[in-house]
Each structure stands twice: as structure tokens, then as C-alpha cells.
């Protein structure tokens, strides 16, 4: 039908959008750092990967940048200054420190 739109019924369940807290978007971001910069020393990956990698750990926000942010956010809750070590046990290396 010319100048008609079909109206196109959606039957999967509604999900309530998650809102991200402050700790969880703080240890993404470090853990993500701490991930590229694993990345770009794995001696399994290919060199243009790896290079990829240290590439964008050399510029990514390091674990003192991160809390400098938080605390200029203040009362936010876009990031915090409470870092747990325990979020980087996982990534030998650690978060960017550049």
C-alpha cells in the first residue's frame, strides 16, 4: 500500500533498561584497559592485534586518571574513587599506567 506503513508487532519480552552504578562502570573502564594491555602483550596474538592494542592502552585513562575523575564528577555517580584491587586480579599485567 502506497503511503502506508505496516505496523511491525514486536512479541519479545520488555526488559527494564539496568541502570549502571558508579563501581561497576569504574572497574569496567580499569578492567578494559587492563584487558588491551594483556591483549597487546600475548604473545599468541597477531602482531597487527597486539599492536591495535597497545595503540589504545597507551592513551586509555589510567587507574590515578580515573579516580582524579571521579572525585572532579563529585556527587555524580558517574565514577568512584574507590578502586578495589580485587577488580584486576584476573589481568596480570594491570590497568594502563602510562
Known sequence: MEGKHQQIQCNAPSRRPRMTMPDERTRSMLQ???????L????????????????LARHYPTEST???????????????????PAWLEQYAPGAPTN
Open 32 to 38: 578494559a584497559g587492563a584487558f588491551l594491555k594483556e
Open 40 to 55: 597487546s602483550m600475548h604473545p599468541r596474538v597477531p602482531a597487527a592485534i597486539r599492536e591495535e592494542a597497545r595503540r
Open 66 to 84: 580515573l579516580r582524579l575523575l571521579a572525585s572532579l564528577a563529585g556527587g555524580s555517580n558517574i565514577l568512584t574513587p574507590n578502586i578495589d
